[in-house]
């Protein structure tokens, strides 16, 4: 079903535009500090400059203009990580950087080849086959949920950005919120053990939790950290510049109608990360801390031409 609904916005591009045009009114509203802490109460306690009611916020081109606003994309190298088939790539391209690379831990071949312009590289991102400072801004979308390791993909980051480069992510659901382990359920993935949770996902049979759910975890590839977590990790290489929490509408309503779960669930797990969808971030690496790769560079830099 999901998969049939992202085609269906595919292919109805105006719609999908005007939504989009209303995202600034939503976002304006949202981050009242009266509506928010009216529908959830505990962000009283958490960090951050802007909070989306809706989860991720579905809004690229808002936040490629305050990437643009703090990085002049027309003279830039950008990284783009776990790039998948490339869905993400065209507005980066749209902005005729000097040199676009893109990795992903799966090869794509046919989809790669539909960006020329782009070099592409299957790559570990916690080991990042690239030299020292060879970017000015790295990002991703959809990603740091996937890396069991953040903390060795946050400092490779900060290794190969330029001083005073940007790093933009935006990613989610998180692991411990409402469906955070890609399927259309609730709160099983918490309560399963892992082989308890592939075999629900397997004997459900839906498409879209095997292609998504089932396969990012036999894979091992949920990070299954929290905010908090996610936030700690980033400081410790990284200065904030500015983050964005994403709200989950689904979980305010599993908790509103199924109380007697709810409890069940905050007597082990804590309500902000079981209402938490996601986060987006933009980061300068710390002056003066950006690490070198043991052992010397990396010998790929961001103007070579990479192949899968």
């Not at 709200?247 to 599993?254: N, P």
């Not at 969808?277 to 070198?292: D, L, Y």
Request: glycine share 8%; hydrophobic share 40%; charged share 25%.
């Amino acid at each position: 079903m999901l998969r049939q609904l992202k085609q269906a916005a595919k292919r109805n591009g105006a719609l999908v535009r005007a939504v989009r045009a209303t995202y600034p009114a939503i976002a304006w509203a949202s981050n009242r500090r009266a509506v928010y802490m009216r529908v959830a109460p505990y962000l009283a306690g958490m960090e951050f400059d802007e909070v989306r009611l809706g989860g991720r916020g579905n809004e690229p081109e808002a936040y490629l203009r305050r990437t643009a606003r703090m990085l002049p994309l027309r003279d830039a190298d950008v990284l783009v990580l776990g790039a998948g088939r490339g869905g993400e790539l065209t507005l980066w391209e749209q902005q005729r950087p000097r040199s676009i690379v893109a990795t992903d831990f799966f090869a794509h071949g046919d989809a790669w080849r539909a960006h020329p312009q782009t070099g592409f590289a299957r790559m570990d991102v916690r080991d990042l086959g690239f030299a020292d400072r060879s970017f000015d801004l790295v990002a991703s979308t959809a990603l740091l949920e996937h890396v069991d390791g953040v903390e060795e993909l946050v400092r490779e980051m900060a290794r190969v950005l330029r001083p005073g480069g940007v790093a933009f992510h935006n990613f989610g659901p998180l692991y411990h919120t409402y469906a955070g382990a890609h399927y259309v359920g609730a709160y099983e993935h918490l309560v399963m053990s892992d082989d308890e949770f592939d075999r629900y996902l397997t004997e459900r049979d839906l498409p879209y939790e095997l292609e998504e759910g089932r396969h990012w975890l036999r894979n091992g590839m949920f990070s299954r950290l929290r905010y908090d977590d996610y936030l700690a990790i980033f400081r410790r290489h990284f200065d904030l510049e500015h983050v964005v929490l994403g709200v989950s509408q689904e979980a305010l309503r599993f908790r509103r109608r199924q109380p007697a779960q709810w409890r069940a669930l905050t007597r082990r797990y804590a309500e902000k990360d079981l209402l938490t969808f996601s986060m987006t971030v933009w980061m300068r690496p710390k002056a003066g801390q950006q690490q070198a790769r043991p052992g010397g560079p990396g010998a790929i830099v961001a103007r070579e031409r990479l192949t899968a």
